[in-house]
């Protein structure tokens, strides 16, 4: 192989190595939960462009957040099978580009966010990346709480864009929010069922390392889906969202119980990987659908 070609190939590699810094996928629910936000906050005519430097801030702070994950966690990603081909682990980059990439991500999402939309809304972005990365991932090895105490950092985004839009904390914001954490519990824990071995090995306190039986993890699972059920009806209830939304959000957040129970029934990773694509399809049909549905405010 010729010496330009390896150097192409190096390049191309550490290229694709800092866009998986960044977590992609989480970056994109970051990217649609707080566009659903800001729409459903907005008042009047929504201010695009607004919406958009909001979500790119909002964004940057969560790519950051992400690489800088990687950087606390690349020893812990060696012992997992679905993580060590990440770029640490891998050798693609190194510690010290991973740490200034996230910072440098971070402060300028702090800053962008700022100038977009304010103190409120960019501190809430700073409190998401510290609380994340202070609070959650240290946790992950000491407590199986970690998860509850990371739901709520991943819940903040729709408040961003609900604040970027209108300039406060209200009782839309908190909906929002509410949503989002319930959304959370049996997404991640049946990811966690996945993958226990992995966590295992890398000594992650994930439920399903603790809970060999997957007694408490389904039974979490299922509470948190049916109180979810409850969560998704306020907006139409509170006056945010309309009667389409209303029994289209039964529909969505009940049919996800009966994903969740089947699940339950029998605990193989073949189901909890079903379960995980319905968590994955079941946000974006409700805040689609919320959106559509919008009260006039």
Same mark, same amino acid.
């Given at each position: 192989?010729?010496?330009?070609?390896?150097? *192409?190939?190096?390049?191309?590699?550490?290229? &694709? =190595?800092?866009?998986?810094?960044?977590? #992609?996928?989480?970056?994109?629910?970051?990217?649609?939960?707080?566009?659903?936000?800001?729409?459903?906050?907005?008042?009047?005519?929504? =201010?695009?462009?607004?919406?958009?430097?909001?979500?790119?801030?909002?964004?940057?702070?969560?790519?950051?957040?992400?690489?800088? &994950?990687?950087?606390? *966690?690349?020893?812990?990603?060696?012992?997992?099978?679905?993580?060590?081909?990440? %770029?640490?682990?891998?050798?693609?980059?190194? #510690?010290?580009?991973?740490?200034?990439?996230?910072?440098?991500?971070?402060?300028?999402?702090?800053?962008? +966010?700022?100038?977009?939309?304010?103190?409120?809304?960019?501190?809430? =972005?700073?409190?998401?990346? +510290?609380?994340?990365?202070?609070?959650?991932?240290?946790?992950?090895?000491?407590?199986?709480?970690?998860?509850?105490?990371?739901?709520? %950092?991943?819940?903040?985004? #729709?408040?961003?864009?609900?604040?970027?839009?209108?300039?406060?904390?209200?009782?839309?914001?908190?909906?929002?929010?509410?949503?989002?954490?319930?959304?959370?519990? %049996?997404?991640?824990?049946?990811?966690?069922?996945?993958?226990? *071995?992995?966590?295992?090995?890398?000594?992650?306190?994930? $439920?399903?390392?603790?809970?060999? *039986?997957?007694?408490?993890?389904?039974?979490?699972?299922?509470?948190?889906?049916?109180?979810?059920?409850?969560?998704?009806?306020?907006?139409?209830?509170?006056?945010?969202?309309?009667?389409?939304?209303?029994?289209?959000?039964?529909?969505?957040?009940?049919? $996800?119980?009966?994903?969740?129970?089947?699940?339950?029934? &029998?605990?193989? &990773?073949?189901?909890?990987?079903?379960?995980?694509?319905?968590?994955?399809?079941?946000?974006?049909? $409700?805040? =689609?659908?919320?959106?559509?549905?919008?009260?006039?405010?």
């Amino acid at each position: 192989m010729s010496t330009a070609r390896s150097t *192409e190939l190096t390049l191309s590699a550490r290229a &694709n =190595g800092y866009v998986a810094l960044t977590k #992609p996928d989480v970056s994109f629910l970051v990217l649609m939960t707080t566009a659903a936000g800001y729409y459903m906050g907005a008042r009047g005519p929504v =201010g695009w462009l607004h919406m958009l430097h909001a979500v790119f801030g909002t964004m940057l702070i969560a790519a950051g957040t992400a690489a800088l &994950n990687h950087y606390i *966690e690349r020893q812990s990603d060696r012992y997992m099978r679905r993580t060590a081909l990440r %770029p640490l682990p891998s050798g693609v980059l190194q #510690p010290r580009e991973a740490l200034i990439f996230g910072v440098a991500l971070a402060i300028a999402g702090a800053v962008d +966010l700022y100038a977009a939309a304010g103190a409120l809304a960019s501190g809430l =972005g700073v409190a998401t990346c +510290l609380s994340y990365l202070l609070a959650y991932t240290p946790l992950k090895k000491r407590t199986v709480w970690a998860t509850f105490v990371g739901a709520f %950092p991943g819940a903040i985004p #729709p408040m961003i864009g609900w604040v970027a839009a209108t300039g406060s904390l209200d009782r839309g914001a908190w909906l929002l929010f509410g949503i989002l954490f319930l959304w959370q519990f %049996p997404h991640f824990h049946a990811i966690s069922w996945m993958y226990r *071995e992995d966590y295992a090995r890398a000594g992650i306190m994930m $439920l399903p390392v603790v809970d060999r *039986e997957g007694t408490r993890t389904f039974r979490q699972i299922i509470l948190y889906a049916v109180a979810l059920v409850g969560m998704s009806l306020l907006p139409a209830i509170l006056g945010l969202a309309g009667v389409m939304y209303f029994f289209g959000a039964l529909v969505i957040s009940t049919a $996800l119980v009966q994903v969740c129970l089947w699940a339950a029934s &029998n605990k193989t &990773n073949a189901r909890a990987k079903w379960l995980m694509h319905a968590t994955v399809v079941h946000i974006p049909l $409700l805040l =689609g659908l919320m959106v559509y549905d919008k009260l006039p405010r």
